[in-house]
């Protein structure tokens, strides 16, 4: 449904096998699906190329020599810190470094008190403390991030299990425990300052104005699928109703608003990691209100999905075998000529 005048109006591509030349040639059809695949939202070469510059700033500190005299080969996590931490949207990356630093910190002060516990038990005893703690944190771990309430801090479980781990058993060999969580410490918090930095100041996609437009993108598609089916009813006879002979969810090709709307019934997932996400950015563009009431945009979802299973019903009835007679079809439709 083309929107009035001061709304919103969000252009969506057709599927990616429409515009797709026929070829015989399968490199030149995978070269142009990639490219329809980066013109459907340009925002994905942007991201793309973002994480391979936040990679190579940090690649630097090793392949700079003078850097690398300072930080030494535990640099390394930096680099895996970006690979992991840099997310597509500004709100995930500080959801994900938020995580990150609160896991690798607790992680790091346990993994010292543990080591030092176990030094005071002997040669003896030190590799059975630190095996069995090893065991409790993975236990532990592993079950509290299956708790309803921290599903949202996975990550944060998963970021202590290893780097507990790492620490503990690299400290045990090496000998100095501190030592080497400060070291791994200070190579995560460098990793994480350049994945906020580029992720934020260079060309940044918000969570927020994602989560806006695919609540726009869902209303237009509704919209249209409802102006379709109406428009069908009333102009339609019932003579070349498609019929239903497999599924309820089969392919229309004379009723593309149909086939883009279906999308919104499973949006659900998406505009709620959307919504957790955009909770997590500062103000911004059209955004400036601090504590920006996101989750309303999750239950006016919600409300779009109810009014996409009614439409789905109508369309339903639009294709049954049984059709409404033409002299109550022409009766409504001099009904809704007259409103």
Not at 2 to 7: F, H, P, Q, V
Not at 61 to 75: E, H, N, R, S
Not at 170 to 184: C, D, K
Not at 258 to 283: G, H, M, Q
Request: hydrophobic fraction near 45%; include cysteine.
């Amino acid at each position: 449904m083309n929107g009035k005048e001061g709304g919103f109006v969000v252009e969506i591509s057709s599927s990616t096998k429409d515009e797709l030349p026929k070829t015989s040639n399968k490199a030149a059809v995978f070269m142009y699906a990639i490219l329809d695949f980066a013109k459907e939202d340009r925002n994905r070469v942007t991201f793309s190329l973002k994480v391979g510059l936040a990679v190579l700033l940090v690649s630097l500190l090793i392949l700079v020599q003078a850097p690398y005299k300072v930080f030494g080969t535990t640099i390394i996590w930096s680099i895996l810190t970006v690979a992991i931490m840099f997310e597509y949207t500004v709100g995930a990356t500080f959801h994900k470094g938020f995580n990150r630093a609160l896991g690798s910190l607790f992680a790091g002060v346990l993994a010292v008190a543990v080591a030092e516990l176990a030094l005071m038990g002997g040669p003896v005893a030190e590799p059975i403390i630190i095996g069995i703690s090893i065991f409790v944190i993975g236990t532990l771990t592993s079950f509290m991030k299956l708790w309803p309430t921290l599903v949202p801090y996975e990550y944060g479980f998963r970021v202590i299990l290893f780097t507990y781990c790492l620490i503990i058993v690299s400290g045990y060999r090496m000998g100095n425990p501190v030592r080497t969580s400060i070291e791994r410490f200070y190579s995560i918090v460098i990793g994480a300052i350049v994945t906020v930095a580029v992720n934020t100041l260079i060309f940044p996609i918000w969570a927020g104005e994602q989560l806006h437009m695919e609540l726009v993108k869902n209303f237009n598609s509704v919209a249209d699928s409802l102006e379709e089916c109406i428009k069908k009813y009333l102009t339609g006879d019932g003579s070349d109703q498609s019929v239903f002979t497999k599924t309820f969810m089969d392919e229309f090709p004379d009723e593309p608003a149909y086939k883009k709307f279906r999308s919104t019934l499973n949006s659900s997932a998406k505009l709620e990691s959307l919504a957790l996400s955009a909770k997590w950015e500062p103000p911004h563009g059209r955004f400036r209100q601090a504590f920006y009431p996101w989750s309303e945009y999750v239950k006016v979802g919600t409300v779009l999905r109810y009014c996409a299973y009614e439409i789905m019903g109508l369309h339903g009835v639009l294709h049954s075998q049984i059709q409404v007679p033409k002299h109550l079809l022409y009766y409504n439709l001099d009904i809704v000529k007259s409103l």
